[in-house]
């Protein structure tokens, strides 16, 4: 069969919010240090003390979001450790029990986040923090009062409001943010979210922490408790090929055709999670009015060998590519309903956009698919229908994506192959002028390295027009974006 792509452009369906292309920023290994933040004083090109390279490639792929100060550090952080001069001293006990020194504090994330352009999501602490303590971060950051707290902000070098809009209420609540119950969460969380004070005309967006993977029974509780007391819902899922989070989670480079497939399904399986809490709240929020966000996803495999383990320091493959390819392609087919989503991490964790090595930088496979997809963010989802054979794992060998804005039509597709190629056809409805298009391929197990940092990366695709319409030369584990110009 030759995989086909159907379209209709003549009817858009729902905005694809582009916080859903967010990215997520720990103080974990070296995510912020030396990875984001050098200093100023550092021989590294740098503005304010942001690398200029990373905050470069960040901009040109349009990160619309950050996520801030965790994950799990976020509950043992607290906030005014981290501004004006006197910075206290901490070990981070959760990743690499290294010191923290608190030197990238709030004043330096919403400095990083003006020069990405992106919007800042705080997540506060509720696992060791209090009630005030959260109070008071809301107020410094966003009341033009003449308040002491509002004072300190002045002392600090900020007269106006930063108007922060996203605020999640603790983070994986039931596990390292406090092992709750989520009777007892839903309580807290109604609690805290009561003391994020409006000021002026900012209105929050009051995220709860929700569930991790197929935890239905934390989805019921919250909805049914707290959830006309929230705009956003948490989801966490995290690829672990070989399902032991114990043990081995397998090798970021060394695998095989079965671990390679057996990724990509459990990749797939976010669709069945997503349906799974969306059915859930939809009975308890029959008008959605709060958005399921999946603000902690990606590939999490054994760190690469001589780093600390507590560094998550992975490295990043074309199968990493396709990984990002067919959730991005999940999460638009639930643009209704999806308000944001964070991979894990922007920089040298997990499943990362970008590696750093001193002053040497790279853009990894999963940067190269974020890039690429950009036009899709706050485009109009299309009706896309995809007919193909099944690759192992019973997943279709081509999946697809399609948007429309400003009268272009952004189509994103992915061969899942490892090894055959797919001649696409491409099915649009309505008149198209011309097509270009940008492709990413390589072996399954293919990254780039310092020493040859620009092994992938996107090329011109191979498109011809045809009577049925275009078709697209997919190589064989490869993902694609195609442009059509009325």
């Known amino acids: 069969m030759q995989p086909t792509v159907h379209i209709d452009t003549e009817h858009t369906g729902a905005r694809i919010n582009k916080n859903i292309y967010g990215q997520f920023s720990e103080h974990l290994g070296r995510c912020i240090y030396n990875g984001i933040f050098v200093g100023k004083d550092s021989p590294i090109p740098n503005v304010n003390g942001m690398r200029s390279d990373v905050v470069a490639a960040l901009r040109e792929a349009k990160v619309p979001l950050l996520r801030w100060p965790g994950g799990c550090f976020a509950d043992e952080y607290h906030w005014r450790d981290g501004i004006g001069k006197n910075r206290k001293r901490m070990v981070n006990t959760n990743w690499g029990g290294v010191v923290e020194d608190n030197s990238f504090g709030t004043h330096e994330f919403l400095e990083l986040c003006r020069q990405i352009g992106c919007e800042p999501y705080i997540n506060a602490n509720v696992g060791s923090g209090d009630v005030r303590e959260m109070a008071e971060w809301v107020e410094y950051l966003n009341s033009a009062g003449d308040s002491s707290v509002v004072r300190e902000r002045w002392e600090n070098g900020q007269k106006d409001p930063f108007h922060v809009k996203y605020w999640g209420v603790g983070n994986e609540s039931w596990g390292c943010g406090g092992n709750m119950r989520p009777e007892y969460y839903a309580d807290v969380y109604r609690r805290y979210q009561t003391y994020c004070r409006k000021y002026g005309d900012d209105k929050l967006y009051r995220i709860a922490c929700g569930p991790s993977e197929g935890d239905w029974h934390w989805t019921e509780v919250l909805m049914k408790q707290a959830g006309k007391y929230m705009e956003g819902l948490t989801l966490h899922y995290y690829d672990v090929p070989t399902g032991d989070w114990q ?32 059915a859930i709240m939809d009975r308890y929020d029959p008008d959605h009015r709060v958005q399921l966000l999946v603000d902690e996803w990606g590939c999490w495999f054994d760190v690469e060998p001589g780093t600390n383990p507590g560094f998550l320091y992975q490295q990043n493959t074309m199968r990493d590519a396709m990984v990002a390819a067919i959730t991005l392609h999940i999460f638009q087919s639930h643009a209704d309903r999806i308000g944001l989503c964070c991979i894990a991490q922007v920089v040298n964790v997990l499943q990362s956009m970008i590696l750093t090595d001193g002053d040497r930088m790279l853009l990894t496979p999963t940067y190269h698919v974020f890039n690429m997809f950009k036009d899709h963010q706050d485009a109009d989802v299309l009706e ?16 697809a994506s399609a948007s429309k804005k400003d009268g272009r039509v952004t189509v994103s597709l992915a061969n899942l192959s490892a090894d055959a190629p797919a001649d696409v ?20 197990d293919d990254h780039n390295t310092f020493d040859c940092p620009d092994r992938l990366a996107p090329k011109p695709l191979s498109l011809r027009a045809t009577e049925r319409g275009f078709v697209a030369t997919l190589p064989a584990c490869s993902v694609a974006v195609v442009t059509f110009h009325a």
């Open 247 to 278: 043990n081995s989670k397998g090798s970021a480079t060394d695998f095989d055709e079965a671990m390679y497939y057996e990724t990509l399904r459990r990749a797939a399986h976010m669709e069945k999670l997503i349906s799974g809490h969306l």
């Open 425 to 444: 056809l491409i099915d649009l409805s309505g008149s198209y002028g011309y097509a270009d298009g940008l492709v990413l391929s390589g072996k399954m």
């Open 384 to 399: 896309s229908a995809v007919f193909a054979d099944t690759v192992e794992g019973g997943l279709k060998q081509v999946t």
